[in-house]
């Protein structure tokens, strides 16, 4: 076994990981397509408030390319469009339909053509697959580092067969490259049945050793005027029960945690659903089952702590997330608390005692630090923005053979050209997700590259 080793990165210990149980919440009635989530998407509605969708219908379009759409996930009916500042759209809105008819299964099963399209991103940029572009390969990763991420072997329990009939659709597009840890030899067995162009990789490390972004780079690193397309590996599932039945059915098995879940764990849902009663069961008072609810002093992310984004108790969950994280507000001043020895908090830069526990760990008794092995993580700042420092951190954690620090000042400054001998087409904001938490200026790193990367691209399509 070839394994891969990312040594560059950081595994963030954030209490409340999810156990490794799933409840089934497929009977959640309100769905939302979320256009806003789509990079480059320039979107034209293909329905109106009071029409009927059926499952796999395009419900969004993109101008440029009507093949670039978002799909119903149920059979429903539209009852909001939710539009923003300058009118700019940001979600359809379906409930789904009561007594939903049995879906008739699709004749045609030309994945490009097919409501799953939306399921292939592309990079550089983070678009959506470009049918008319011929990537230099295709990355699944079939496994997730970020902090309380989903149990994937758990997620693709029993779904193996329409795995590997997706693998084997993808496998016809392009050169495909499968992504595991080696812990999952097991999986990697099953899921690699002579498939003609798939290559199996191991790859093992710290976070970000999980992100895609990670191990395009470690495997095919992208230059200028080349791309790749990248898939999730339950969407990967969805594609092959697509080309296998010709059912359109998007599920996804999400991890529920955090500090602020009562009882962190898995959930399937259909993609898209919205996430009230999940919250309603996590965030419940003491006095359960009564259903009241504190959610003033939680902030709800759909996605990971590091690179998600925050939703309302009653919102959405993101077209490509498949976890939600719930972390206490961090609204609280602690006078003097940089003094304190904190042996609670996380410290990357062992400015606390906690930063140390990991050098005297071998030396204590076994379990003598139970209970201070993970921490109850918030949004808190802790500090005010100041500029950015050279400090040499940023290097620690990012695995890319790129100086991550010199990048963003380029796409600061809006310097194009020192952008691309600096490696940005190879980056997603996900990548600099790390060099942002341990970042002691507080900059927003990430979305200092999408606004470079997002300008880059105006640039090349204009």
Same mark, same amino acid.
């Given at each position: 076994?070839?394994?891969?080793?990312?040594?560059?990165?950081?595994?963030?210990?954030?209490?409340?990981?999810?156990?490794?149980?799933?409840?089934?919440?497929?009977?959640?009635?309100?769905?939302?397509?979320?256009?806003?989530?789509?990079?480059?998407?320039?979107?034209?509605?293909?329905?109106?408030?009071?029409?009927?969708?059926?499952?796999? #219908?395009?419900?969004? $379009?993109?101008?440029?390319?009507?093949?670039?759409?978002?799909?119903?996930?149920?059979?429903?009916?539209?009852?909001?469009?939710?539009?923003?500042?300058?009118?700019?759209?940001?979600?359809?809105?379906?409930?789904?339909?009561?007594?939903? $008819?049995?879906?008739?299964?699709?004749?045609?099963?030309?994945?490009?053509?097919?409501?799953?399209?939306?399921?292939?991103?592309?990079?550089?940029?983070?678009?959506?697959?470009?049918?008319?572009?011929?990537?230099?390969?295709?990355?699944?990763?079939?496994?997730?580092?970020?902090?309380?991420?989903?149990?994937?072997?758990? !997620?693709?329990?029993?779904?193996?067969?329409?795995? #590997?009939?997706?693998?084997?659709?993808?496998? $016809?597009?392009?050169?495909?490259?499968?992504?595991?840890?080696?812990?999952?030899?097991?999986?990697?067995?099953?899921?690699?049945?002579?498939?003609?162009?798939?290559?199996?990789?191991?790859?093992?490390?710290?976070?970000?050793?999980?992100?895609?972004?990670?191990?395009?780079?470690?495997?095919?690193?992208?230059?200028?005027?080349?791309?790749?397309?990248?898939?999730?590996?339950?969407?990967?599932?969805?594609?092959?029960?697509?080309?296998?039945?010709?059912?359109?059915?998007?599920?996804?098995?999400?991890?529920?945690?955090?500090?602020?879940?009562?009882?962190?764990?898995?959930?399937?849902?259909?993609?898209?659903?919205?996430?009230?009663?999940?919250?309603?069961?996590?965030?419940?008072?003491?006095?359960?089952?009564?259903?009241?609810?504190?959610?003033?002093?939680?902030?709800?992310?759909?996605?990971?702590?590091?690179?998600?984004?925050?939703?309302?108790?009653?919102?959405?969950?993101?077209?490509?997330?498949?976890?939600?994280?719930?972390?206490?507000?961090?609204?609280?001043?602690? !006078?003097?608390?940089?003094?304190?020895?904190?042996?609670?908090?996380?410290?990357?830069?062992?400015?606390?005692?906690?930063?140390?526990?990991?050098?005297?760990?071998?030396?204590?008794?076994?379990?003598?630090?139970?209970?201070?092995?993970?921490?109850?993580?918030?949004?808190?700042?802790?500090?005010?923005?100041?500029?950015?420092?050279?400090?040499?951190?940023?290097?620690?954690?990012?695995?890319?053979?790129?100086?991550?620090?010199?990048?963003?000042?380029?796409?600061?400054?809006?310097?194009?050209?020192?952008?691309?001998?600096?490696?940005?087409?190879?980056?997603?904001?996900?990548?600099?997700?790390?060099?942002?938490?341990?970042?002691?200026?507080?900059?927003?790193?990430?979305?200092?590259?999408?606004?470079?990367?997002?300008?880059?691209?105006?640039?090349?399509?204009?």
């Amino acid at each position: 076994m070839d394994i891969i080793k990312i040594k560059k990165g950081l595994d963030i210990p954030v209490g409340g990981k999810p156990e490794k149980r799933v409840v089934d919440a497929r009977s959640i009635r309100c769905y939302a397509v979320k256009p806003a989530d789509v990079v480059g998407m320039n979107p034209r509605l293909q329905v109106a408030e009071g029409d009927h969708v059926a499952a796999g #219908q395009p419900v969004v $379009a993109d101008k440029n390319d009507e093949r670039l759409a978002l799909t119903s996930p149920v059979d429903g009916v539209v009852r909001a469009i939710v539009r923003g500042e300058k009118r700019k759209l940001l979600e359809v809105r379906i409930e789904q339909s009561a007594s939903a $008819a049995q879906p008739e299964p699709h004749k045609e099963r030309n994945l490009k053509g097919s409501p799953c399209w939306w399921m292939l991103r592309e990079r550089p940029f983070g678009t959506i697959a470009n049918p008319y572009h011929s990537p230099k390969g295709i990355f699944v990763s079939m496994m997730d580092t970020n902090p309380l991420a989903p149990d994937m072997d758990l !997620a693709l329990n029993g779904r193996i067969g329409e795995l #590997q009939a997706g693998l084997k659709a993808l496998a $016809a597009l392009a050169p495909l490259h499968v992504c595991l840890h080696p812990e999952q030899d097991q999986l990697a067995k099953e899921v690699n049945c002579g498939i003609e162009g798939c290559e199996i990789h191991f790859i093992e490390g710290p976070h970000p050793s999980g992100n895609v972004g990670t191990q395009i780079a470690a495997i095919a690193p992208i230059a200028k005027g080349e791309c790749v397309w990248t898939v999730g590996a339950q969407d990967v599932a969805n594609i092959g029960r697509w080309m296998t039945t010709g059912l359109y059915r998007p599920e996804r098995v999400i991890s529920v945690g955090g500090p602020s879940a009562r009882n962190p764990h898995h959930y399937r849902v259909v993609c898209g659903a919205c996430v009230d009663q999940i919250t309603d069961a996590q965030l419940m008072y003491a006095d359960y089952p009564a259903m009241t609810c504190d959610r003033s002093g939680t902030r709800i992310i759909s996605g990971s702590a590091l690179s998600g984004t925050q939703i309302a108790p009653d919102g959405y969950l993101g077209t490509y997330d498949q976890q939600i994280t719930l972390l206490p507000e961090g609204n609280l001043h602690e !006078a003097f608390g940089w003094m304190m020895p904190n042996f609670n908090k996380f410290s990357f830069s062992k400015t606390f005692v906690s930063g140390w526990m990991n050098l005297v760990k071998p030396l204590l008794p076994k379990g003598a630090l139970e209970g201070l092995e993970t921490y109850r993580f918030n949004t808190n700042l802790n500090g005010g923005r100041r500029p950015l420092m050279f400090t040499g951190d940023m290097e620690r954690v990012f695995p890319f053979d790129i100086y991550p620090m010199q990048l963003i000042k380029a796409c600061i400054v809006g310097d194009m050209e020192l952008q691309e001998k600096l490696g940005i087409y190879e980056v997603e904001p996900e990548d600099l997700a790390l060099c942002e938490f341990i970042d002691p200026s507080k900059t927003d790193i990430q979305s200092i590259i999408r606004e470079a990367l997002e300008a880059l691209r105006k640039e090349a399509t204009a």
